[in-house]
């Protein structure tokens, strides 16, 4: 049978541990419920500030306007049809967005704005930041670049055979 003072030498809490506690664990002893604070309060200090602030993200408007055919004079689909619109759009804090669908300007499949030569697309994106913009005639086979450049939130841009506004 063990008295609780032999107990108390034999079991040290994994607190007692951490804080260099190398004898007998009292509660009542301050020197190391001092340590428990200043841990939990560097912990703390930790979790508050040591996340990076959320992004702010507005909604945005990019409005393409493209020229009524290509640079070569010749018509965007067959039959003198007008470009099938998608976008793709990145910078270093959004990566990349294609609208409505892929990942690059070769994968999108659906155009946002079918046999048009004007279209608006929307997305979330962090405010006043400057985008690589793709315009993207969406085809069958191949889709055609209409332009690609950098524009900037409030600015319109000449980028290719298109004018893209970003509002």
Request: aromatic share 10%.
């Amino acid at each position: 049978m063990y008295t609780l003072h032999q107990i108390n030498l034999k079991y040290r809490p994994p607190l007692a541990k951490l804080l260099g506690n190398k004898g007998i664990y009292q509660p009542w002893d301050f020197r190391n419920l001092f340590r428990s604070y200043v841990l939990c309060l560097v912990l703390l200090v930790l979790i508050v500030f040591g996340f990076p602030e959320p992004s702010h993200a507005d909604i945005i408007t990019v409005d393409v306007a493209v020229e009524q055919s290509k640079y070569n004079n010749e018509s965007w689909d067959v039959l003198n049809g007008a470009p099938d619109l998608a976008i793709c759009l990145s910078n270093q804090r959004l990566g990349t967005v294609c609208i409505p669908d892929g990942s690059t300007p070769d994968s999108i499949k659906n155009p946002n704005c079918s046999n048009s030569y004007l279209c608006r697309f929307s997305l979330s994106a962090p405010p006043n930041a400057e985008f690589k913009v793709s315009v993207v005639d969406v085809d069958v086979m191949f889709n055609d670049i209409i332009g690609a450049g950098w524009c900037r939130q409030g600015m319109t841009c000449e980028i290719g055979q298109a004018k893209v506004a970003i509002k």
